[in-house]
C-alpha cells in the first residue's frame, strides 16, 4: 500500500483484557518497528523485526507485551491482562532500508485506553 | 542509552516570528533526524543530518548540526500556523531510533 496502515484507531480495553494491534506496513519493507508513545511524549522503542525474524525486543516493557511477524510483513502486537499504565498511542514503522539516510514511514497509531 | 533532550518543551508564538528549537545528546549522534508530528497521526520525517557542520534548508526550515554531533537546532523563519505540531529529534543507530520527548509548537494566527 502507499503508506503504514495501523488498526483499530482507538481501542478501549476493560483492565485485564487482552488485546491485538495491527500494522500493514509499506510493501517490501523489511524493518519493522513498533514504538509507544505516552500522552506528551516522544516515542518510546518497544521491538524491531527484519522480516519475520525479531532481532530487538529490548523495549518491551513486560512478558504481557508480545510482537509477531510470521510472513514478514503484517506485524500483530498483543498486550495480555492489560493495565491503565498501557494507556498510550502505539505506533508502527517502517523502512526500506538501515542506512543513515533512510527514515521511518509511521502509521497513524492505535490509541489504547485501558479502564 | 543515548538520551536527548529537547528544548524548549513547549512555545508558542504569533504568526511571522522567527524560531529556534534545539536536541542535546549525552554522546554523539551517528545521525540524526528530525520529525514533525501532528495530533492523531505518526511522525513525519523532515530531514536527516549526518555530518559534524551540516545545515540543511526546506523551505523556511533550517536545520544545524553541532560541528561535534551532539547537538542540533532547528529555526524557522515566519511562522505559519500550518508550521504547528510536535517537533521530534531522533537519533538513528544501527538498528532504531531513540528520540527526544519532543517541542510541542504553537502559532496563533
Known amino acids: 500500500g502507499a503508506g503504514v496502515s495501523q488498526s483499530p484507531r482507538y481501542k478501549v480495553a476493560k483492565r485485564g483484557q487482552d488485546v491485538a494491534l495491527r500494522c500493514d506496513p509499506i510493501?517490501?519493507?523489511?524493518?519493522l518497528f513498533w514504538y509507544q508513545q505516552a500522552l506528551g511524549q516522544g516515542p518510546e522503542f518497544l521491538t524491531y523485526?527484519?522480516?519475520?525474524?525479531?532481532?530487538?525486543k529490548s523495549g518491551l516493557p513486560s512478558d504481557r507485551f508480545f510482537a509477531e511477524r510470521p510472513e514478514g510483513s503484517v506485524s500483530t502486537l498483543k498486550i495480555q491482562r492489560t493495565q491503565q499504565e498501557d494507556s498510550a498511542v502505539y505506533l508502527c514503522?517502517?523502512?526500506?532500508?538501515?542506512?543513515?539516510?533512510?527514515?521511518?514511514?509511521f502509521g497513524s497509531g492505535t490509541r489504547l485506553t485501558v479502564v | 542509552t543515548q538520551l536527548l533532550e529537547q528544548s524548549p518543551q513547549f512555545l508558542s508564538i504569533q504568526e511571522g516570528e522567527n524560531l529556534t528549537v534545539y536536541c542535546n545528546s549525552s554522546s554523539v549522534f551517528s545521525s540524526l533526524q528530525w520529525y514533525r508530528q501532528e495530533p492523531g497521526e505518526g511522525p513525519v520525517l523532515l530531514v536527516t543530518v549526518v555530518t559534524g557542520g551540516e545545515v540543511k534548508k526546506l523551505k523556511r526550515l533550517t536545520f544545524q548540526f553541532g560541528d561535534a554531533r551532539k547537538d542540533s537546532s532547528l529555526h524557522i523563519t515566519a511562522a505559519q500556523p500550518g508550521d504547528t505540531g510536535l517537533y521530534l529529534c531522533?537519533?538513528?543507530?544501527?538498528?532504531?531510533?531513540?528520540f527526544g520527548q519532543g517541542t510541542r509548537l504553537t502559532i496563533n494566527p
Open positions: 531522533a537519533s538513528k543507530g544501527a538498528q532504531k531510533l531513540v
Open positions: 523485526f527484519q522480516n519475520e525474524a525479531q532481532l530487538d
Open positions: 514503522a517502517s523502512s526500506s532500508g538501515q542506512g543513515a539516510n533512510y527514515g521511518y514511514t
Open positions: 510493501s517490501g519493507h523489511v524493518s
